[in-house]
């Protein structure tokens, strides 16, 4: 019980400053104050618009926002977000273009699980939509989901990635972002095993920490260097009274952000401190540059318990996957059967989460691929959300991606004429 008083103490903390920061705003914006040409009211009202709506924003899972979309008719199309499959812990989900034919290039979007929704590939899923059929694994926070649906580790991370692979068919392209990288990885060479016709043609990992050991980070440091009882004990808690999973343990979304805020704490104190005189001097918006950021940033999600520390032990701690060890469902997982899918991998040279060389390192691992069939690219001055989200990832990585698509879209028994698979000469 001592845990799901702290979860809910958290919580309580978030809900006061959501209330101080209300209350602050409508007493220094009430009328009669008007009176009082005081530019200590407007910083008043401002800092708490701001407070308000950033302590708000970390109990929301914020909206796809992909409403229309205009096609190569000149007319604008609706997108409707429909769910392919349910299930308790993620779903897939499909961004359909209505009356668009669909298209050839099928993308599926692996988003990671690491205390952001999936909404934080938003800007990658309209940047694909204008030239592929878009799906993309839509994780649940784990404080909604009852104790009575049992647990989910990076096993079961990885087998719901199989499932989702086997439903779309051999003709799917994955794309995996970050944190899933490892397990795609596992789910692909899993299936080569289980069931090779329902491999996908390709798959592209972008920014993943295959090889924890390859380059060191502030990430890798972290996991090296707490225990796994010190993580349970710091780290994790029960889900309080409030929430239909209350009981079940998890790491909190909140105590991430503290962590995620932790790291480039003056950064974030600063842009902060600047959105609140720009609100005093009436230079903000809805939606500027700063919302549009910090509504996604500070929106995170509870991870389970078991999901957090297998992923901390097996994948940082073990290196399972670089090691080739990896067991899914008591059957360990060769990487080395991948021998018909295309891998790409994408890293980002300032990367400072997941360091060039860990990514790469996939590479090696597959052994029964030839190399006519391997890829990498290392884009110069490129940060971790760059290589999927930013300038690099629209004007450089898009297009290499799609062109990898394009070079494997024929099923692996044909002998389709395809182009060589694109290489960075920095790789």
Known sequence: MRY??????????????????ATASAMASYPTMAMIPNPA??????????????????????????????????KDHLVNVNTLVERPFGDLIHFEVSGRKPMKRKVLLVAPMSGHYATLLRSTVKSLIADCEVYITDWHNARDIPVSEGKFDVEDYTLYLVDFMKHLGADTHLVAVCQPAPLTLAATAYLAEEDPEAQPRSLTLIGGPIDTEAAATEVTDFGHRVTMEQLKETMIQRVGFKYPGVGRMVYPGLLQLQSFMSMNAERHSKAFSDQILRVTRGEASDHDSHNRFYDEYLAVMDMTAEFYLTT??????????????????GRTVDIGKITTVAIKTVEGAKDDITAPGQCVAALDLCTGLPD???????????????????????????????????????APKQKAARKPANTNSAA
Not at 4 to 21: I, S, V
Not at 45 to 74: L, S, Y
Not at 317 to 324: F, G, R, T, Y
Request: proline share 3%.
């Open 372 to 410: 006519s069939k391997k890829a990498s690219h290392v884009e110069p001055g490129a940060g971790h959300y760059g290589i999927f989200a930013g300038k690099s990832w629209r004007n450089n990585i898009r297009p290499l991606v799609l062109d990898f698509i394009d070079a494997n879209a024929a």
């Open 312 to 329: 901390v032990e097996r994948i940082f701690k073990n290196n399972e996957i670089a090691k080739n060890q990896f067991v899914v469902n």
């Open 41 to 74: 009211l407007q910083w008043m009202a401002a800092w708490g618009q701001v407070t308000e709506r950033t302590f708000q924003r970390m109990v929301v899972k914020p909206d796809w926002g992909i409403h229309n979309f205009t096609c190569e008719d000149g």
């Open 4 to 21: 799901m008083a702290t979860y809910d103490f958290m919580e309580t903390m978030r809900n006061t400053n959501q209330w101080l920061g």
